[in-house]
């Protein structure tokens, strides 16, 4: 845990003392997410991941933008991802998916569309890994990453 006098020490060492309460204002606690980069096969179906390919359930339809399909960033299984949510901001079961349009930055017109998050409530349900739909007949993979979380927090007395 960062107490404040640590952090007005960091306000310091960066020079920024003209804007530390408007920075001590804006800390908040937060969960640290650590990855390892590794071969997809090697996470378990269901665990908590970024890249790779998304562990999904059967009636899973893959989101679009423009005709174009969103790029899976990760998931998280939230059971895992809640013993280090001190401030109890998130669901304690379920899984969190995540997808955004890469290809097209900065978006123009609608862009409602080329983000998505994905929240199921149920983590016991039965869920398969897709692989990312190809487009024009080729698409690059992204590595995937097993992930562990820790908790950063601050005293904000």
Not at 6 to 27: M, N, T
Not at 37 to 46: C, H, K, L, S
Not at 106 to 129: H, I, K
């Amino acid at each position: 845990m960062l107490t404040q006098e640590e952090i007005r020490a960091q306000i310091h060492a960066f020079d920024l003392d003209d804007y530390a309460d408007p920075i001590l204002k804006s800390v908040k606690n937060a969960i640290h997410i650590r990855r390892e980069q590794v071969e997809d096969e090697a996470i378990p179906i269901g665990a908590s991941k970024l890249g790779g390919s998304p562990d999904v359930p059967p009636d899973f339809t893959w989101y679009t933008y423009q005709d174009t399909p969103l790029t899976f960033i990760g998931q998280f299984r939230l059971s895992e991802v809640a013993p280090h949510d001190v401030d109890h901001l998130l669901p304690e079961r379920g899984m969190l998916y995540f997808f955004y349009e890469g290809n097209s930055f900065p978006y123009e017109g609608d862009v409602s569309n080329a983000t998505r998050v994905l929240y199921l409530p149920e983590e016991d349900v039965e869920l398969r890994r897709i692989p990312h739909p190809t487009v024009k007949g080729k698409w690059r993979e992204t590595g995937a990453a097993s992930i562990t979380c820790d908790i950063f927090s601050v005293d904000n007395n």
